[in-house]
């Protein structure tokens, strides 16, 4: 299982990177090789900056935004009151979703002439924003939705982390006189950190590599605004004339290697806090 789906698609990609391929040799083989020049072609490449940027802009608010909403809205529910699993349950919507259809929907709703978002603004006295087509806007509205298709999965899991807390420790925490903030800081949070670390591994992975989002709503633009590194390797690969597979897949490369660095990382840091 592990060599069909991980070994040799990660080998295939490699090579592909190291060749020059056209859609002729794609199909038939025989590219020649061509050692680290899509690499250097990459990083040579005006668009590398911009969209380094943009992926690390992008990934990092999104997880930030995501994990501190996530774990306010489970700390809210872990309170049982009434109708508390109705909301619970609607707020899993966005992630039940499939990603066209919130896309789309994002797409509508901030539109520059009909959109919802931009009449409400009018309906307040202020000026209309142009979300999608504005590059000083565009990657803050794909990061918006993004942000919100990414908070019921921090909810759902952080939620349960919650779950497992035994309410003996918070009785005892408030015998002591701790308030609800000190609770959350010194009992909550601790607690949780083992479940917050893969939360926010697992966010890392899913939200380096998001294109779908990005693609729908922006299409990485304009001007190359909202690009990051998913949509600049599907560009290379499949969104020109030309299709230029060696570099789309050394583009590719670079987004596995991040998410490898961060889950060495990981790794790293729980071997440190193991007794």
Same mark, same amino acid.
């Given at each position: ?19 020059? /391929?056209?859609?002729? %040799?794609?199909?038939? +083989? +025989? ?32 997880? $930030?935004?995501?994990?501190? !909403? ?44 009909? +959109? $919802? ?6 309906? $307040? ?17 794909? #990061?918006?939705?993004? !942000? ?11 939620? %349960? ?20 903030? *000190? ?14 670390? #893969? ?13 779908? $989002? ?6 990485? +633009? =304009? ?10 390797? /599907? ?7 030309? =299709? *230029?597979?060696? =570099? ?7 987004? #596995?290697?991040?998410?490898? #660095?961060?889950?060495?990382? /990981? ?5 440190? *806090? *193991?007794?």
């Amino acid at each position: 299982y592990l060599a069909a789906f991980y070994a040799w698609p990660l080998y295939r990609n490699l090579d592909l990177s190291l060749r020059e /391929y056209t859609v002729r %040799s794609f199909v038939q +083989g +025989g590219a020649p090789f061509s050692g680290f020049d899509n690499y250097a072609e990459v990083i040579t490449d005006p668009t590398f900056g911009p969209a380094l940027w943009h992926t690390v802009l992008f990934t990092g608010v999104s997880l $930030i935004f995501q994990f501190t !909403i996530g774990m306010a809205l489970a700390v809210f529910f872990v309170n049982h009151f009434p109708l508390s699993a109705t909301l619970r349950a609607l707020f899993l919507v966005p992630w039940l979703l499939p990603l066209i259809v919130s896309a789309s929907t994002w797409s509508w709703m901030l539109n520059s002439d009909s +959109g $919802i978002v931009n009449a409400l603004l009018e309906g $307040i006295g202020l000026t209309p924003v142009n979300w999608l087509t504005s590059p000083d806007w565009a990657l803050t509205s794909v #990061i918006i939705a993004n !942000i919100w298709i990414g908070i019921p999965f921090n909810l759902v899991v952080l939620y %349960s982390g919650l779950q497992a807390i035994p309410a003996d420790i918070y009785e005892a925490a408030a015998l002591d006189g701790a308030t609800g903030w *000190q609770r959350f800081r010194r009992v909550t949070f601790p607690l949780l950190r083992p479940v917050s670390a #893969i939360v926010l591994l697992l966010g890392l992975v899913y939200t380096l590599k998001v294109f779908d $989002i990005i693609w729908i709503m922006t299409r990485g +633009g =304009p001007t190359d605004a909202s690009t990051t590194f998913a949509t600049w390797s /599907y560009r290379f690969s499949f969104g020109n004339l030309l =299709p *230029q597979f060696g =570099p789309g897949a050394a583009v590719g490369n670079l987004l #596995i290697v991040m998410a490898l #660095i961060f889950g060495l990382l /990981y790794i790293r840091i729980q071997r440190r *806090q *193991q007794p």
